[in-house]
């Protein structure tokens, strides 16, 4: 078999070369410096997120090509070409109502620009719905409105693409401005020698393209980055940093990562109980931990500020602190029920990250400026989201020990196990604590006001309060380890609620039909899940209890005669 | 257990016998039991849960009244801070172990107590700067009613509630009097009251000149109120302005009558208008009309390419378009559809001022124009109405007590007659009708509180809408004074049935500082290249009254200013946080900020750092944690009968 393959390789690369250059090939304008979303960024992360915002996917076939293009090639295309894409089914519609109001057909998703703008009946409710903005700021949106936003965003997006003016590759003439400016406005801003030629250039490029000669497109394409550069050297990011972000957006570190958490949990499982398992599964663990680490850095340098502005952000943080506490306490213990109990947690949550950009968004934005280098931002958000790991650590160990009540054979727990989950805990519970204070202090340090039971807030305190009653109904002697089990699954609702609950149920209303957005069916399934499991694991684990006690005291009775 | 059969008991038993023993010992356990603690986290947990439903399906008002400031939640936090003290009672005599125990629970209570206080002597405000006008008030958001005691003149302020439970006709609030068994009974509630000036007869009055009192009505529009027009120069009340779409004027002639400015009805307004037309630029078309605006026919000049001819578009304020072939010779005369005739007198290739006077500049067709002249009548329509003159509605008081009046455009007059009380006058604009109500000779203007209507309010700026209450004084034996309507910020003197004046102020409590604030600047500087704002820095000026200090300070966005600014004063919380609240973009002369002040905000921290150290107190440092639980057992049930875990 693998014969057959290496005697047909160098056919295959024979052949390679040729098929790759009967494409002009996207990909050479990737280190291109354009402006897009308050910040410079490489081109290609830019066609990727731009493609990802107008459709929902990165990739997209128009009416005139057979197979789906990449977004490299999409952009260009809308670049290059912009003639015919009013009519192309590009803007994504996601409200069922929206699309039915639209008159799109059942399955599709997708709407030209065309065909929306000229709707009477979209007009009208974009103009209501401006107008309700203006009148009344503060009245909540239902979810048509919504995704009339939504759409008109769209919309927006597209007429900046086809108008050319979204292609910010020009740095501005240094007269101070930072803003980039699209082609048509070189000659504007630069005198007729400067601007000349690098004019020449994009029509070179551009008619290259549109021959589809790919040799001639990469030479002008080259020549256009650096004529473009050219103009302003200082205005522009640094090369490296350029490579950096095109690096960091193709290698997908935290893809690699679940992946190779994945593999340490097989090992793990697969050989559990020997030590070769373990070392290969700490070996992968350690793997993904540095992918992990390496990821951050990237993104930090990138992005000039900590982690902490959206739920993709606290999303692969969590599996961060996940993993971090993990190895700590199973460096410590040597009990391999931390890295059983932390894998699939942060397997799960990076898996999450990187397959709902819907929802989970991990394209890189600036913060506001008053936000910027915000000493408090930085630290509470960290602390928190430190915290909601280590009560999801808490809950992959709780797992463990509601799997050995319902599935294992002898129902041995041993007490240790317990004694892991509660270290779990304690840390979850400090760290909750200090994150919370913390957002008081910033809040009263910034605008005055300590706590004023704002959602966020409260749902912080409503999971404090959830662990302090699990902790305290330890001590009352109420329940033990298996209660502590328990009460982290349902103690880890409550962070739900808090980290995600209050963006994505509260704020959409409970009496409104925004489900489907958010992703808040993937989060009702896990919650159910996770009671159903609870609830089995308890009422197998009483009944074992109650089925112990008769069993005593039947022997009681035999041994009193 | 162990027992000691010598003397000394052991601690285990002291708390047992203690509580046997002393009722007090028994009250203090009973008062720290788990049990207690256990049922106040579970319920004070569920409550603050379902607050935030209800924040989210209600608002935030309502989570606020019904949960988080409602009596009994504060009353179970109460009973949380007896709990936690009691319970650190219960384990005297203290061991080394309970170190973060007892920080912990004493850093609760100190929290607790922190946000009382706040609550207590702290309060929360608003303050709206403008530039260089130095405040020495706040303005928090306390609605009050504000009394004054019949006895001594002092001024009792109390809260009324005007947002959850607004008093109603059918549902009065009643309000007592300090010092007297009188009531005030509060009847209604609107967000939206203005005073209006009408005007009333006053013979005697050296200010009193003719006016006139209208009712202006339209069906269409579904409005109907009263305006007054008064003859004093500079009253304001002279003309008034028809939400734009025309003017009522009183004046005391009438402008003499020409025949030949009589428009009939069905008849259009004369125009004439010049107008010279630049092919390559059609934006900057020069325009001279006989009423002075343009009248809004919109002329295109089309040059052709080589071989066909140049063409004239045209295009009515109503719509209609018409375009026209010119050929060489001029003058080029045309009709319009609508019968306004156009005339192209002069063409030139290239366009320039030469020798002071227009003419060309060279043969070749660089800047191509035309003179053109259009001459007729306009039709009042539903779009030429923006092109024609301003509609007016003149009226003048005669001696007989009669009123003459013309209805005019510009020059032209459309309508005139006379008119007198009771008789409406139709001036053709949509089904307006403006009827006098009361003529006078001599009267002056006074001010009524009139509520507006829902279709008045949606035309004004929700800003300027002031609300007010509607109270009357009620006697024991229940009798009750005549009604009246008390604005926000206002105080008003309410009469009683027997005629005794009881002075009532409604509005939001001030709060006086002992410095003065001044807005020396205040800056929004924009994102590059938008006008979204980045920051705004209002730069303020505090003059400390009593000791005379002065200092000057920004506040930013999460920077805000505070003053008094010692630095012992931060962190007890005694002092004043001003930060950016909001800004009105059309007035860079004026900011509005927040105002806090936090007493309590000392043992709010100090509480949250003992929460803190605590609970790291007792999860890590050994010699002051808790002993590691000794209930770790196995579970076997096959073998083991030990369950506890």
Same mark, same amino acid.
């Given at each position: 078999?693998?014969?057959?393959?290496?005697?047909?390789?160098?056919?295959?690369?024979?052949?390679?070369?040729?098929?790759?250059?009967?494409?002009?090939?996207?990909? $050479?304008?990737?280190?291109?410096?354009?402006?897009?979303?308050?910040?410079?960024?490489?081109?290609?992360?830019?066609?990727?997120?731009?493609?990802?915002?107008?459709?929902?996917?990165?990739?997209?076939?128009?009416?005139?090509?057979?197979?789906?293009?990449?977004?490299?090639?999409?952009?260009?295309?809308?670049?290059?070409? /912009?003639?015919?894409?009013?009519?192309?089914?590009?803007?994504?519609?996601?409200?069922? /109502?929206?699309?039915?109001?639209?008159?799109?057909?059942?399955?599709?998703?997708?709407?030209?620009?065309?065909?929306?703008?000229?709707?009477?009946?979209?007009?009208?409710?974009?103009?209501?719905?401006?107008?309700?903005?203006?009148?009344?700021?503060?009245?909540?949106?239902?979810?048509?409105?919504?995704?009339?936003?939504?759409?008109?965003?769209?919309?927006?997006?597209?007429?900046?693409?086809?108008?050319?003016?979204?292609?910010?590759? &020009?740095?501005?003439?240094?007269?101070?401005?930072?803003?980039?400016?699209?082609?048509?406005?070189?000659?504007?801003?630069?005198?007729?020698?400067?601007?000349?030629?690098?004019?020449?250039?994009?029509?070179?490029?551009?008619?290259?393209?549109?021959?589809?000669?790919?040799?001639?497109?990469?030479?002008?394409?080259?020549?256009?980055?650096?004529?473009?550069?050219?103009?302003?050297?200082?205005?522009?990011?640094?090369?490296?940093?350029?490579?950096?972000?095109?690096?960091?957006?193709?290698?997908?570190?935290?893809?690699?990562?679940?992946?190779?958490?994945?593999?340490?949990?097989?090992?793990?499982?697969?050989?559990?109980?020997?030590?070769?398992?373990?070392?290969?599964?700490?070996?992968?663990?350690?793997?993904?931990?540095?992918?992990?680490?390496?990821?951050?850095?990237?993104?930090?340098?990138?992005?000039?500020?900590?982690?902490?502005?959206?739920?993709?952000?606290?999303?692969?943080?969590?599996?961060?602190?996940?993993? &971090?506490?993990?190895?700590?306490?199973?460096?410590?213990?040597?009990?391999?029920?931390?890295?059983?109990?932390?894998?699939?947690?942060?397997?799960?949550?990076?898996?999450?990250?990187?397959?709902?950009?819907?929802?989970?968004?991990?394209?890189?934005?600036?913060?506001?400026?008053?936000?910027?280098?915000?000493?408090?931002?930085?630290?509470?958000?960290? $602390?928190?989201?430190?915290?909601?790991?280590?009560?999801?650590?808490?809950? !992959?160990?709780?797992?463990?020990?509601?799997?050995?009540?319902?599935?294992?054979?002898?129902?041995?727990?041993?007490?240790?196990?317990?004694?892991?989950?509660?270290? $779990?805990?304690?840390?979850?519970?400090?760290?909750?604590?200090?994150?919370?204070?913390?957002?008081?202090?910033?809040?009263?340090?910034?605008?005055?006001?300590?706590?004023?039971?704002?959602?966020?807030?409260?749902?912080?305190?409503?999971?404090?309060?959830?662990?302090?009653?699990?902790?305290?109904?330890?001590?009352? !002697?109420?329940?033990?380890?298996?209660?502590?089990? &328990?009460?982290?699954?349902?103690?880890?609702?409550?962070?739900?609620?808090?980290?995600?609950?209050?963006?994505?149920?509260?704020?959409?209303?409970?009496?409104?039909?925004?489900?489907?957005?958010?992703?808040?069916?993937?989060?009702?399934?896990?919650?159910?899940?996770?009671?159903?499991?609870?609830?089995?694991?308890?009422?197998?684990?009483?009944?074992?209890?109650?089925?112990?006690? $008769?069993?005593?005291?039947?022997?009681?009775?035999?041994?009193?005669? | 257990?162990?027992?000691?059969?010598?003397?000394?008991?052991?601690?285990?038993?002291?708390?047992?016998?203690?509580?046997?023993?002393?009722?007090?010992?028994?009250?203090?356990?009973?008062?720290?039991?788990?049990?207690?603690?256990?049922?106040?986290?579970?319920?004070?947990?569920?409550?603050?849960?379902?607050?935030?439903?209800?924040?989210?399906?209600?608002?935030?008002?309502?989570?606020?009244?019904?949960?988080?400031?409602?009596?009994?939640?504060?009353?179970?936090?109460?009973?949380?801070?007896?709990?936690?003290?009691?319970?650190?009672?219960?384990?005297?005599?203290?061991?080394?172990?309970?170190?973060?125990?007892?920080?912990?629970?004493?850093?609760?209570?100190?929290?607790?107590?922190?946000?009382?206080?706040? *609550?207590?002597?702290?309060?929360?405000?608003?303050?709206?700067?403008?530039?260089?006008?130095?405040?020495?008030?706040?303005?928090?958001?306390?609605?009050?009613?504000?009394?004054?005691?019949?006895?001594?003149?002092?001024?009792?302020?109390?809260?009324?509630?005007?947002?959850?439970?607004?008093?109603?006709?059918?549902? =009065?609030?009643? +309000?007592?009097?300090?010092?007297?068994?009188?009531?005030?009974?509060?009847?209604?509630?609107?967000?939206?009251?203005?005073?209006?000036?009408?005007?009333?007869?006053?013979?005697?009055?050296?200010?009193?000149?003719?006016?006139?009192?209208?009712?202006?009505?339209?069906?269409? +529009?579904?409005?109907?109120?009263?305006?007054?027009?008064?003859?004093?120069?500079?009253?304001?009340?002279?003309?008034?302005?028809?939400?734009?779409?025309?003017?009522?004027?009183?004046?005391?002639?009438?402008?003499?009558?020409?025949?030949?400015?009589?428009?009939?009805?069905?008849?259009?307004?004369?125009?004439?208008?010049?107008?010279?037309?630049?092919?390559?630029?059609?934006?900057?078309?020069?325009?001279?009309?006989?009423? @002075?605006?343009?009248?809004?026919?919109?002329?295109?000049?089309?040059?052709?390419?080589?071989?066909?001819?140049?063409?004239?578009?045209?295009?009515?304020?109503? @719509?209609?378009?018409?375009?026209?072939?010119?050929?060489?010779?001029?003058?080029?005369?045309?009709?319009?559809?609508?019968?306004?005739?156009?005339?192209?007198?002069? *063409?030139?290739?290239?366009?320039?001022?030469?020798?002071?006077?227009?003419?060309?500049?060279?043969?070749?067709?660089?800047?191509?124009?035309?003179?053109?002249?259009?001459?007729?009548?306009?039709?009042?329509?539903?779009?030429?109405?923006?092109?024609?003159?301003?509609?007016?509605?003149? +009226?003048?008081?005669?001696?007989?007590?009669?009123?003459?009046?013309?209805?005019?455009?510009?020059?032209?007059?459309?309508?005139?007659?006379?008119?007198?009380?009771?008789?409406?006058?139709?001036?053709?604009?949509?089904?307006?009708?403006?009827?006098?109500?009361?003529?006078?000779?001599?009267?002056?203007?006074?001010?009524?509180?009139?509520?507006?209507?829902?279709?008045?309010?949606?035309?004004?700026?929700?800003?300027?809408?002031?609300?007010?209450?509607?109270?009357?004084?009620?006697?024991?034996?229940?009798?009750?004074?005549?009604?009246?309507?008390?604005?926000?910020?206002?105080?008003?003197?309410?009469?009683?049935?027997?005629?005794?004046?009881?002075?009532?102020?409604?509005?939001?409590?001030?709060?006086?500082?002992?410095?003065?604030?001044?807005?020396?600047?205040?800056?929004?500087?924009?994102?590059?290249?938008?006008?979204?704002?980045?920051?705004?820095?209002?730069?303020?000026?505090?003059?400390?009254?009593? =000791? @005379?200090?002065?200092?000057?300070?920004?506040?930013?966005?999460?920077?805000?200013?505070?003053?008094?600014?010692?630095?012992?004063?931060?962190?007890? @919380?005694?002092?004043?946080?001003?930060?950016?609240?909001?800004?009105?973009?059309?007035?860079?002369?004026?900011?509005?900020?927040?105002?806090?002040?936090?007493?309590?905000?000392?043992?709010?921290?100090?509480?949250?750092?003992?929460?803190?150290?605590?609970?790291?107190? +007792?999860?890590?440092?050994?010699?002051?944690?808790?002993?590691?639980?000794?209930?770790?057992?196995?579970?076997?049930?096959?073998?083991?009968?030990?369950?506890?875990?």
């Amino acid at each position: 078999m693998m014969k057959r393959f290496f005697s047909l390789l160098p056919a295959l690369l024979l052949f390679l070369p040729v098929w790759l250059s009967a494409q002009v090939d996207p990909t $050479t304008l990737d280190g291109l410096v354009i402006q897009s979303g308050g910040r410079q960024k490489p081109f290609g992360v830019f066609t990727a997120e731009t493609l990802q915002s107008l459709t929902g996917k990165k990739e997209f076939k128009p009416s005139f090509s057979e197979k789906k293009l990449p977004a490299g090639e999409v952009l260009l295309e809308i670049w290059f070409n /912009p003639q015919k894409w009013s009519k192309e089914e590009i803007i994504l519609v996601d409200y069922q /109502p929206l699309r039915k109001l639209l008159g799109m057909d059942g399955k599709k998703k997708l709407a030209s620009f065309e065909s929306i703008v000229s709707n009477q009946e979209f007009v009208r409710a974009f103009e209501s719905l401006q107008k309700q903005k203006r009148q009344k700021p503060n009245d909540k949106l239902d979810p048509l409105q919504k995704d009339v936003e939504s759409v008109s965003g769209r919309l927006h997006i597209f007429e900046g693409l086809v108008s050319g003016d979204a292609y910010r590759v &020009i740095p501005p003439a240094p007269n101070g401005s930072i803003e980039f400016i699209p082609v048509q406005l070189l000659g504007s801003a630069y005198q007729k020698e400067q601007a000349l030629p690098v004019a020449e250039a994009f029509d070179q490029m551009r008619s290259a393209y549109l021959k589809n000669d790919p040799s001639e497109f990469k030479v002008a394409a080259t020549r256009f980055k650096e004529l473009a550069g050219g103009l302003n050297p200082a205005a522009s990011i640094s090369p490296w940093k350029v490579h950096l972000e095109n690096f960091y957006f193709k290698f997908h570190p935290f893809r690699w990562a679940w992946i190779a958490y994945l593999g340490a949990f097989v090992s793990l499982l697969a050989i559990m109980n020997q030590k070769k398992g373990y070392r290969i599964a700490w070996a992968l663990v350690l793997t993904g931990l540095l992918l992990q680490i390496s990821g951050f850095v990237m993104r930090i340098i990138i992005s000039e500020r900590a982690p902490v502005t959206n739920m993709y952000e606290t999303v692969i943080w969590l599996s961060f602190g996940v993993s &971090i506490f993990a190895i700590i306490l199973e460096w410590k213990y040597r009990c391999r029920y931390y890295l059983l109990g932390a894998l699939p947690v942060s397997i799960l949550s990076l898996l999450l990250a990187d397959s709902l950009p819907n929802v989970l968004n991990d394209s890189i934005r600036p913060l506001m400026p008053v936000l910027q280098h915000n000493f408090w931002l930085t630290v509470h958000v960290l $602390t928190i989201t430190s915290s909601y790991a280590a009560f999801a650590l808490a809950l !992959g160990v709780a797992h463990i020990i509601l799997g050995k009540v319902l599935f294992s054979k002898k129902h041995t727990i041993e007490a240790s196990l317990y004694n892991y989950l509660y270290k $779990t805990i304690q840390i979850g519970v400090l760290l909750l604590a200090i994150g919370t204070i913390l957002g008081g202090v910033w809040a009263n340090y910034s605008w005055g006001r300590f706590w004023d039971w704002d959602p966020k807030e409260t749902w912080a305190l409503v999971a404090f309060m959830s662990y302090l009653f699990i902790l305290h109904g330890r001590i009352a !002697g109420w329940w033990g380890g298996f209660g502590l089990a &328990i009460g982290s699954v349902i103690g880890f609702m409550a962070i739900l609620m808090a980290w995600y609950g209050v963006n994505f149920v509260l704020g959409v209303g409970l009496h409104s039909y925004g489900f489907g957005a958010g992703g808040i069916e993937y989060a009702l399934a896990f919650v159910i899940a996770e009671l159903i499991f609870a609830g089995a694991a308890l009422y197998t684990y009483t009944k074992i209890k109650t089925q112990t006690r $008769t069993h005593d005291k039947a022997l009681d009775a035999v041994d009193k005669n | 257990m162990i027992v000691n059969t010598g003397g000394i008991p052991t601690r285990e038993q002291l708390i047992k016998q203690r509580q046997k023993e002393s009722p007090y010992w028994w009250l203090v356990h009973q008062l720290g039991s788990l049990k207690l603690a256990m049922f106040l986290i579970f319920t004070i947990a569920l409550a603050i849960a379902i607050a935030t439903f209800a924040e989210s399906s209600f608002s935030t008002k309502v989570a606020q009244e019904y949960i988080y400031k409602a009596p009994w939640f504060n009353l179970w936090l109460i009973v949380l801070c007896v709990n936690l003290f009691s319970v650190t009672l219960t384990r005297w005599p203290w061991q080394n172990k309970h170190l973060g125990f007892i920080v912990t629970h004493y850093g609760i209570i100190t929290l607790l107590v922190g946000a009382m206080i706040g *609550r207590i002597w702290g309060f929360e405000g608003n303050v709206t700067l403008d530039k260089d006008k130095p405040l020495g008030r706040i303005i928090t958001n306390r609605t009050i009613l504000q009394v004054d005691s019949p006895r001594d003149h002092a001024t009792y302020i109390t809260d009324v509630d005007v947002s959850m439970h607004p008093p109603r006709p059918e549902k =009065t609030v009643v +309000m007592p009097i300090p010092d007297s068994d009188r009531k005030i009974i509060l009847s209604d509630y609107t967000e939206s009251i203005q005073a209006q000036p009408y005007l009333e007869a006053a013979i005697d009055n050296p200010e009193s000149v003719p006016g006139v009192n209208l009712r202006l009505q339209s069906a269409m +529009m579904s409005q109907t109120f009263e305006v007054p027009l008064w003859l004093k120069k500079g009253s304001g009340l002279e003309s008034y302005d028809l939400f734009g779409l025309a003017t009522l004027k009183i004046v005391k002639e009438l402008p003499t009558f020409d025949p030949a400015k009589m428009i009939k009805p069905g008849e259009g307004i004369p125009f004439s208008e010049n107008q010279i037309v630049f092919a390559k630029s059609p934006e900057s078309t020069v325009i001279d009309n006989s009423w @002075g605006k343009p009248s809004g026919y919109i002329v295109t000049f089309l040059v052709a390419e080589e071989g066909t001819q140049d063409r004239v578009k045209i295009i009515s304020p109503e @719509g209609l378009e018409k375009t026209f072939d010119l050929t060489a010779k001029l003058p080029a005369k045309f009709i319009l559809e609508d019968g306004v005739n156009v005339s192209v007198s002069e *063409r030139w290739t290239d366009f320039a001022i030469v020798k002071g006077r227009p003419g060309n500049a060279s043969k070749e067709k660089n800047n191509p124009a035309l003179f053109i002249n259009l001459s007729g009548r306009i039709q009042p329509g539903p779009r030429a109405s923006k092109s024609l003159p301003h509609p007016e509605l003149i +009226m003048a008081i005669q001696p007989d007590g009669r009123i003459m009046y013309m209805v005019m455009r510009g020059e032209y007059v459309t309508m005139a007659g006379k008119s007198t009380e009771g008789e409406p006058i139709i001036p053709g604009w949509a089904d307006w009708s403006v009827t006098p109500l009361s003529v006078f000779q001599k009267a002056i203007p006074l001010t009524k509180n009139v509520v507006l209507t829902d279709t008045q309010v949606q035309t004004l700026d929700p800003k300027t809408l002031t609300p007010a209450l509607k109270a009357s004084i009620r006697t024991s034996e229940g009798q009750e004074g005549p009604v009246q309507w008390i604005p926000s910020g206002e105080v008003v003197t309410l009469e009683g049935p027997d005629g005794s004046p009881q002075r009532v102020g409604f509005g939001l409590q001030a709060h006086q500082i002992p410095f003065l604030i001044t807005l020396q600047e205040f800056q929004v500087p924009r994102r590059q290249g938008t006008d979204d704002p980045a920051d705004y820095i209002s730069t303020i000026q505090f003059n400390h009254l009593k =000791t @005379g200090d002065t200092s000057i300070q920004t506040s930013k966005m999460n920077h805000p200013a505070t003053y008094p600014n010692e630095w012992w004063r931060p962190l007890t @919380g005694l002092t004043y946080k001003f930060s950016q609240a909001q800004w009105d973009p059309n007035n860079l002369n004026q900011t509005t900020l927040q105002v806090l002040y936090d007493p309590g905000w000392f043992f709010k921290w100090i509480g949250s750092l003992g929460i803190c150290a605590g609970i790291f107190i +007792m999860f890590y440092c050994k010699p002051y944690a808790k002993p590691a639980t000794s209930k770790n057992k196995e579970i076997n049930p096959t073998t083991d009968t030990a369950t506890i875990l």
